[in-house]
């Protein structure tokens, strides 16, 4: 499967974006999807992931309550709706899926992985 990230930018504090993550494939709904995020000068980290039917998601302390992450397997995307954003949460956003069940937060779990979109958030 290949996976697109698209929808970031350049925002304020307190203001909200959506992420995309499409993918190609006809296998798409028997994924995980995963969020990660790398700032710069820091190692990539767990965001949120969404189990192939949506039924089960897991977020990072740090995001919870603020964003939400879905999937629509009928158009093959994932999305992550970041709420509530924080300077801090600045970075380049990676879309990842793995084949084995588990919304977990190891980026090792992770089979395919996405190019990156930039969200950086002005204070």
């Known amino acids: 499967v290949q996976l697109q990230a698209s929808g970031g930018g350049l925002v304020q504090a307190g203001d909200s974006l959506r992420l995309s993550c499409a993918a190609s494939?006809?296998?798409?709904?028997?994924?995980?999807i995963g969020w990660f995020r790398q700032a710069p000068g820091k190692g990539r980290e767990f965001v949120a992931a969404?189990?192939?039917?949506?039924?089960?998601?897991n977020y990072a302390d740090s995001v919870k309550g603020r964003f939400t992450m879905s999937r629509d397997n009928a158009k093959n995307t994932s999305y992550l709706q970041m709420n509530s954003l924080k300077p801090e949460d600045t970075a380049v956003y990676y879309c990842?899926?793995?084949?084995?069940?588990?919304?977990?937060?190891?980026?090792?779990?992770?089979?395919?992985w996405g190019q990156g979109t930039l969200v950086t958030v002005s204070s």
């Open positions: 990842a899926a793995k084949r084995s069940i588990g919304v977990v937060s190891g980026a090792q779990d992770y089979d395919y």
């Open positions: 494939g006809r296998t798409f709904s028997t994924y995980t």
């Open positions: 969404i189990s192939w039917a949506g039924g089960m998601t």
